[in-house]
């Protein structure tokens, strides 16, 4: 049972369906393992917990 564990900025359900599905497509075509058998968790994160070169999210669209 691979586990593939994202955190990432919150997302529209929508997003997180396409990327569950995209992920597991792609995980089961290298591993050769049934879809059924991989698991994909998301941890969200709001913007203003999440910094990149030392600024929040936030602050990088001003």
Do not use: H
């Amino acid at each position: 049972m691979p586990s593939i564990i994202m955190e990432l900025v919150k997302m529209s359900k929508e997003k997180k369906a396409r990327l569950v599905k995209e992920v597991t497509e792609s995980t089961a075509k290298i591993t050769g393992l049934p879809k059924q058998s991989i698991y994909v968790f998301i941890k969200e994160n709001e913007p203003e917990n999440v910094g990149v070169g030392g600024i929040l999210l936030p602050d990088m669209q001003k």
